[in-house]
């Protein structure tokens, strides 16, 4: 693929993106939303974030391993742990640096 046809497609995809999304973000005011359905969007984020890093931590598929073999298991432990006690960014920086650990260790 040359670059110019790269740029069309990419310049492509973020004008549909943008499109679908200001189209949505626009509509917001234009109509009221019942109570039940603000308070189950409040519920959105909470379970859509632990299941992509739960993808991320044990993989997908015929990949997926949870066993204490995974470095990125052991990074999550961790990052638990330290979550409990400390603020996010020692949380990050534990995680970061457990998972380089552990990668190395176990291969």
């Known amino acids: 693929m040359d670059m110019t046809?790269?740029?069309?497609?990419?310049?492509?995809m973020?004008?549909?993106t943008f499109a679908i999304r200001f189209s949505v973000i626009g509509m917001a005011g234009s109509?009221?939303?019942s109570e039940r359905?603000?308070?189950t969007l409040r519920f959105v984020p909470v379970t859509v974030l632990p299941a992509i890093i739960a993808v991320e931590i044990?993989?997908?598929g015929s990949s997926m391993v949870f066993s204490l073999e995974n470095p990125r298991?052991?990074?999550?432990?961790?990052?638990?742990?330290?979550?409990?006690r400390f603020d996010?960014?020692?949380v990050v920086l534990s995680g970061m640096g457990s998972?380089?650990?552990?990668?190395?260790?176990?291969g």
Do not use: D, H, N, P
């Open 73 to 84: 298991v052991l990074a999550a432990i961790v990052c638990t742990i330290v979550s409990l």
């Open 99 to 106: 998972l380089l650990l552990f990668q190395s260790l176990l």
């Open 31 to 33: 109509f009221e939303m």
């Open 5 to 12: 046809t790269f740029l069309i497609f990419t310049l492509g």
């Open 58 to 60: 044990l993989g997908a």
């Open 14 to 16: 973020a004008a549909v």
């Open 37 to 39: 359905m603000k308070r």
């Open 88 to 90: 996010l960014v020692w």
